[in-house]
């Protein structure tokens, strides 16, 4: 059942994608579109290097780490705004998560040995 549900949050983000990208193709033609989609560029590189590590370390949790920083690089594009942005919206939720994990460790009973 886990499978089926992350295939379709996979389906699903590839389809936002593509009807994003066919929106973007409509709205400022074929000829512009390099130069729309150039702020995304350093987000989308930052997913694909949390998709390869998330492969090499076999942590499922780096493609959604991967997700977030690909639809913030989309976003950036389709708003237009400084590729900054997106790599600092992806950071937040990375940072979010590791201090979640981070305080849900802390949170754990520590057994001591008394001598």
């Given amino acids: 059942m886990r499978q089926l549900g992350r295939g379709s949050v996979a389906l699903g983000v590839g389809m936002l994608l593509v ?52 639809l913030a690089g989309l976003a950036v594009a389709l708003a237009d705004a400084r590729p900054e942005v997106a790599m600092f919206a992806g950071g937040v939720v990375i940072a979010a998560s590791g201090a979640w994990r981070l305080a849900r460790f802390l949170r754990l009973p520590i057994e001591r040995e008394d001598d």
């Avoid at 066919?22 to 709205?27: S, V």
């Avoid at 400022?28 to 989609?37: K, R």
């Fill in 19 to 70: 009807v994003a990208g066919a929106w973007m193709t409509t709205r400022v033609g074929a000829a512009s579109l390099p130069s729309t989609l150039a702020p995304a560029i350093p987000a989308a590189l930052l997913g694909l290097m949390a998709v390869v590590a998330g492969w090499g370390l076999g942590l499922p949790r780096f493609l959604g780490y991967a997700a977030v920083l690909g």
